[in-house]
């Protein structure tokens, strides 16, 4: 059964005013299969990896758009990327808005081309696994703590419980998990071979598989700590600058995420360096080795694994809407930290991630720092297990995790 995605409406917004649209994200993520959906039989079909249409795409690319003529569908166009010249001169003659829809899952090598080839021709859309509303039915809303949205919100929704919640978070977000009825540890040990082989030792100088493995399994156990790259690094017994050329391969690829700090030049204590998330839970608890929904909640990863997809979550509430999350953290050298900050119309709203059913006014302590800064402090939340979405001061709101 297909699960509408809530990204669908941004294609066919992008579609309507670009002449290229391109869909990007880790494999496995639902794209092609979207596009076929919201396209129908309207469209060329065509994908790279297919050897044959590769082979004519990278040799022939002329002859290529006109075998597959646009409107078209070109999956996995990182295979060929001086077809980008190419497209870049057929969208210019044609000037026809939404004739090529565009995938890729190797965004370390796409997006260059991308940006070179198509500037100001293309709509971009970076996706993601399922969101919660997603996989409940509901439509997508950018997150932000707004009382009266998230009223309405609670009046639509069914509520979760812990065991609910933590069988979602263990699952993951990929579509095959819950496609296939599969197994999660099966799904994500094919995912890693498939990924590692595929998309790392073909198109980066990764010789040893097993070596990167480990980093991304050292990464993993620090889902929602602060970077400290040295120590990955140590752990793995690779040097610094692999580290970091490996650690840009997972960001690129969408593997995970950095949040980077709150910088304000009047809060001269904050600390510079970013936090790590992974964007699938799914696939971080198999790499850390949790075997049920049960273990994990209960485990000492427990709070961890909250957090990572609580902010999981809130990006995919941007991104589905075509938007970059406008978040960062707080963290500063007397230990106070703020565990999200979503910064609009310079504004500050400042929210911290709790495990806990009713957390107390001492988990909102920190909010206070930001009264130091020149910018606006909106409303605050606790995102948590609360049974309902309640206020906790006149300021600050508990917003229960099933209303993201």
Known sequence: MYIVRNCEKTVE????????????????VGKTTMLMKIAEQNRNYVTLDDPNARNMAINEPGLFLQRYEPP????????????????????????????????GSQMFHLMKNVSESLAGRVGI?????????????????AFIMDSGKLISKVKERTPKSLKEVYKMIYMGQMPGVYS???????????????????????????????????F??????????MLNLADIARETGISAPTAKQWLSILITSGIVILIEPYFNNRMKRIIKSPNLYFMDTGLCAYLTKWNSPESLETGNMSGAFFETFVVSEVIKSYQNLGLQAPICYYRDKDKREIDLIIEQNNTLYPIEIKKSASPKKETIKHFQVLNKSDV??????????AKDLVPLDKDN????????
């Open 13 to 28: 917004y992008m579609s309507e005013r670009f002449p290229v649209v391109l869909v990007t994200g880790p494999r496995q």
């Open 72 to 103: 078209v569908i070109i999956d996995e166009i990182q295979y060929a990327p001086n077809l980008m010249q190419y497209i870049k001169l057929y969208v210019d003659e044609n000037k026809k808005m939404g004739d090529i829809w565009m995938t």
């Open 125 to 141: 859309l970076r996706m993601q696994g399922f969101s919660g509303a997603e996989l409940d039915g509901y439509d997508n809303e």
């Open 180 to 214: 296939r009825d599969i197994s999660p540890n099966i799904f994500y040990g094919a995912y890693i071979n498939t990924y590692i082989q595929r998309d790392i030792k073909e198109h980066t100088q990764i010789a040893d598989e097993m070596l990167f493995l480990q």
């Open 216 to 225: 991304l399994t050292a990464c993993a156990a620090r889902t929602s700590q």
């Open 376 to 385: 606006n402090v909106g409303t605050g939340a606790v995102i948590c297990m």
């Open 397 to 404: 709101w508990l917003v229960p995790v099933w209303l993201l």
